[in-house]
């Protein structure tokens, strides 16, 4: 059933790929209605694959890098969807739709079978550490499709459309960086209270605080040397690289105490 | 020529702005590097793996336990002092709510790093491994004055055999005469008496007698981990807990994690080769290489990690405050129209 749920949900976005690819070109109201449509409906089955993962295992998704990925991918299409209501833009549906589609790809590579929670993770603090993070990190993903169609509508946009778009950026970048420092200060309290270290170095661990110096400066430079517009872009994406490090680079390359994400 | 004292100096530098930035990117770097290039070996490790000159310029620099070395921690002290000074000065320039949150959070972020280096400085952490039944006194690992004992262990575990759950029933007294009786699992520690104590690790101690002529050693040997024998410096013994063993001959492994037929795999090791091998019931006694080896008994062990530290409340207050400062900066970001 949730794979079914799942493949339903692919197969919607691959397909709003294409409709987005040809509204690159001649965008109509009513395609922009069927667009809508395709997200509304790839959100519902991907909401309803979780439902359906939850009532098997009892618990949310989080214990596995396919959980994990699952629900970040469902955090994004959430985030995408209000934000499609503040701004409108083709390329940024073709873009958040592509990012979607190649998280969900993703996972498809990766083991989906439910497994036991393992001691460690047998904690409340497991599902506040990771729904802030999939705010967190889903926030940077869409700020990141955003800075996206900034770069590529730079020259034939209205000032004050890409001044509201800037905004838009900034504003999301803020409530990842909330939701980060969050996500950092529960992972570190849970630490404390499962080995009695709230800090060690972990890989994951440092990258996160990587990640939240990169966006530390991001909102400094911004205030400091008005660094918006295109400089401020382009370093949305640059934190956007450094959040798929830390989610996926990590767990690829280097060993550490997050080894089951 | 104008020679300024060297305060004057970096004082202006450390209220700019610009500082901050290049600190915060500097760390960020620094950290990454240090995720790189593993930590805590020694220095031959780094010259096989990078070579001559690379290797040594690691363990020169401390890159090799970069997040301890002093340069790292000097660099963390400016960022606390440049972060402090920013943000009073902000808040002198612009005083409104937006800037004391931002001073708030940044003030918290200095508590945490104070924190985590009074820790690195004064914070106790002993590893124990207990057996069921047994105590220890904690001032003979330097921690303070107290008795634990561990009462009782026990593993829960899914059908599929995996654990679920690791228990230990402590028992606590301390100086004071307070007395602290709790079963701890992973996640949830025993705090009492300024300790925490981790239910960190387990594994099965088995109880056998060595008996060679006239003369009777009683040895405690905990799974999987060679012991010298007492009498003779080049033989070890090691023994292999089995606990649901298959006499179907389908080797030497166990039907189930649960103790329902245990069985020990004694292993007399010479010079780190295997002299002699023998399996045992509890009870019975075998020859393992001129040796007479009784199998007396086994319970299971406890690895607990006790701690004491009082800089974790001042990281918890710094988390606090961070919080605070980010939810007050940041309050208005969605009501207003524009930033």
Same mark, same amino acid.
């Given at each position: 059933?949730?794979?079914?749920?799942?493949?339903?949900?692919?197969?919607?976005?691959?397909?709003?790929?294409?409709?987005?690819?040809?509204?690159?070109?001649?965008?109509?109201?009513?395609?922009?209605?069927?667009?809508?449509?395709?997200?509304?409906?790839?959100?519902?089955?991907?909401?309803?694959?979780?439902?359906?993962?939850?009532?098997?295992?009892?618990?949310?998704?989080?214990?596995?890098?396919?959980?994990?990925?699952?629900?970040?991918?469902?955090?994004?299409?959430?985030?995408?969807?209000?934000?499609?209501?503040?701004?409108?833009?083709?390329?940024?549906?073709?873009?958040?739709?592509?990012?979607?589609?190649?998280?969900?790809?993703?996972?498809?590579?990766?083991?989906?079978?439910?497994?036991?929670?393992?001691?460690?993770?047998?904690?409340?603090?497991?599902?506040?550490?990771?729904?802030?993070?999939?705010?967190?990190?889903?926030?940077?993903?869409?700020?990141?499709?955003?800075?996206?169609?900034?770069?590529?509508?730079?020259?034939?946009?209205?000032?004050?459309?890409?001044?509201?778009?800037?905004?838009?950026?900034?504003?999301?970048?803020?409530?990842?960086?909330?939701?980060?420092?969050?996500?950092?200060?529960?992972?570190?309290?849970?630490?404390?209270?499962?080995?009695?270290?709230?800090?060690?170095?972990?890989?994951?661990?440092?990258?996160?605080?990587?990640?939240?110096?990169?966006?530390?400066?991001?909102?400094?430079?911004?205030?400091?040397?008005?660094?918006?517009?295109?400089?401020?872009?382009?370093?949305?994406?640059?934190?956007?690289?450094?959040?798929?490090?830390?989610?996926?680079?990590?767990?690829?390359?280097?060993?550490?105490?997050?080894?089951?994400? | 020529?104008?020679?300024?004292?060297?305060?004057?100096?970096?004082?202006?530098?450390?209220?700019?702005?610009?500082?901050?930035?290049?600190?915060?990117?500097?760390?960020?770097?620094?950290?990454?590097?240090?995720?790189?290039?593993?930590?805590?070996?020694?220095?031959?490790?780094?010259?096989?793996?990078?070579?001559?000159?690379?290797?040594?310029?690691?363990?020169?620099?401390?890159?090799?336990?970069?997040?301890?070395?002093?340069?790292?921690?000097?660099?963390?002290?400016?960022?606390?002092?440049?972060?402090?000074?920013?943000?009073?000065?902000?808040?002198?320039?612009?005083?409104?709510?937006?800037?004391?949150?931002?001073?708030?959070?940044?003030?918290?972020?200095?508590?945490?790093?104070?924190?985590?280096?009074?820790?690195? @400085?004064?914070?106790?952490?002993?590893?124990?491994?207990?057996?069921?039944? +047994? $105590? /220890?006194? *904690? #001032?003979? &690992?330097?921690?303070?004055?107290?008795?634990?004992?561990?009462?009782?262990?026990?593993?829960?575990?899914?059908?599929?055999?995996?654990?679920?759950?690791?228990?230990?029933?402590?028992?606590?007294?301390?100086?004071?005469? @307070?007395?602290?009786?709790?079963?701890?699992?992973?996640?949830?520690?025993? +705090? $009492? /008496?300024? *300790? #925490?104590? &981790?239910?960190?690790?387990?594994?099965?101690?088995?109880?056998?007698?060595?008996?060679?002529?006239?003369?009777?050693?009683?040895?405690?040997?905990?799974?999987?981990?060679?012991?010298?024998?007492?009498?003779?410096?080049?033989?070890?013994?090691?023994?292999?807990?089995?606990?649901?063993?298959?006499?179907?001959?389908?080797? *030497?492994?166990?039907?189930?994690?649960?103790?329902?037929?245990?069985?020990?795999?004694?292993?007399?090791?010479?010079?780190?080769?295997?002299?002699?091998?023998?399996?045992?019931?509890?009870?019975?006694?075998?020859?393992?290489?001129?040796?007479?080896?009784?199998?007396?008994?086994?319970?299971?062990?406890?690895?607990?990690?006790?701690?004491?530290?009082?800089?974790?409340?001042?990281?918890?207050?710094?988390?606090?405050?961070?919080?605070?400062?980010?939810?007050?900066?940041?309050?208005?970001?969605?009501?207003?129209?524009?930033?």
């Amino acid at each position: 059933m949730e794979n079914h749920l799942l493949n339903i949900g692919f197969a919607l976005l691959l397909t709003g790929i294409m409709v987005n690819l040809y509204s690159l070109w001649w965008s109509t109201e009513r395609l922009q209605n069927i667009i809508k449509g395709i997200f509304w409906l790839a959100l519902l089955s991907l909401t309803v694959a979780i439902i359906v993962r939850i009532a098997a295992t009892g618990r949310l998704p989080s214990a596995s890098m396919y959980e994990f990925i699952l629900i970040f991918t469902w955090a994004i299409l959430c985030l995408f969807v209000i934000t499609r209501q503040k701004f409108n833009s083709p390329v940024f549906d073709l873009l958040s739709n592509i990012l979607v589609v190649l998280l969900l790809l993703a996972a498809s590579f990766l083991p989906s079978e439910t497994r036991p929670l393992m001691p460690a993770l047998q904690s409340a603090w497991l599902h506040i550490h990771v729904l802030t993070a999939i705010i967190a990190y889903g926030s940077f993903a869409v700020a990141f499709c955003l800075a996206g169609v900034y770069l590529f509508q730079e020259n034939n946009t209205a000032t004050a459309e890409l001044r509201r778009l800037d905004q838009l950026i900034y504003r999301l970048v803020v409530l990842g960086f909330v939701f980060l420092s969050l996500v950092i200060i529960t992972g570190a309290i849970w630490a404390e209270q499962v080995w009695g270290n709230w800090w060690t170095w972990d890989p994951k661990e440092t990258w996160s605080l990587v990640t939240w110096l990169v966006y530390a400066a991001y909102l400094h430079a911004r205030r400091t040397y008005n660094w918006k517009g295109r400089k401020s872009a382009v370093m949305v994406i640059v934190g956007f690289v450094v959040v798929l490090i830390t989610l996926f680079g990590v767990s690829l390359i280097l060993p550490g105490l997050h080894s089951y994400i | 020529m104008n020679k300024q004292h060297p305060v004057k100096t970096i004082f202006p530098a450390l209220t700019s702005m610009q500082t901050a930035i290049y600190l915060l990117i500097l760390i960020a770097l620094l950290s990454a590097v240090g995720t790189i290039i593993p930590q805590g070996e020694e220095s031959r490790f780094y010259i096989q793996h990078y070579g001559q000159y690379p290797g040594t310029f690691i363990t020169l620099l401390g890159l090799n336990h970069l997040y301890q070395v002093w340069w790292y921690q000097v660099l963390m002290g400016f960022l606390c002092l440049s972060l402090l000074l920013c943000s009073y000065q902000r808040l002198r320039r612009t005083c409104n709510l937006a800037s004391t949150g931002s001073l708030i959070l940044h003030l918290g972020m200095v508590v945490i790093i104070v924190g985590a280096t009074w820790s690195l @400085g004064y914070a106790k952490s002993v590893y124990l491994e207990i057996n069921e039944g +047994e $105590a /220890a006194f *904690l #001032k003979d &690992y330097g921690l303070k004055e107290g008795y634990l004992q561990v009462k009782k262990f026990k593993v829960d575990y899914y059908p599929d055999h995996s654990p679920r759950q690791y228990y230990a029933h402590l028992s606590l007294q301390d100086y004071k005469g @307070g007395n602290y009786e709790e079963n701890i699992a992973v996640n949830h520690p025993l +705090e $009492a /008496a300024g *300790l #925490k104590i &981790y239910q960190t690790s387990w594994s099965w101690s088995m109880q056998a007698d060595v008996i060679q002529d006239e003369n009777k050693q009683q040895l405690s040997l905990q799974n999987g981990i060679a012991v010298p024998l007492p009498d003779n410096s080049s033989l070890e013994i090691k023994a292999l807990f089995i606990p649901d063993y298959q006499e179907d001959g389908m080797g *030497l492994q166990t039907k189930s994690p649960y103790p329902n037929n245990p069985r020990m795999l004694a292993t007399l090791m010479k010079e780190g080769q295997i002299a002699d091998m023998m399996v045992l019931a509890p009870g019975e006694s075998q020859n393992l290489g001129g040796y007479t080896i009784v199998f007396q008994g086994f319970a299971p062990y406890t690895g607990l990690t006790i701690k004491e530290d009082r800089g974790v409340n001042m990281v918890f207050t710094g988390f606090a405050l961070l919080s605070l400062g980010l939810l007050i900066r940041y309050r208005n970001l969605y009501r207003r129209k524009a930033a």
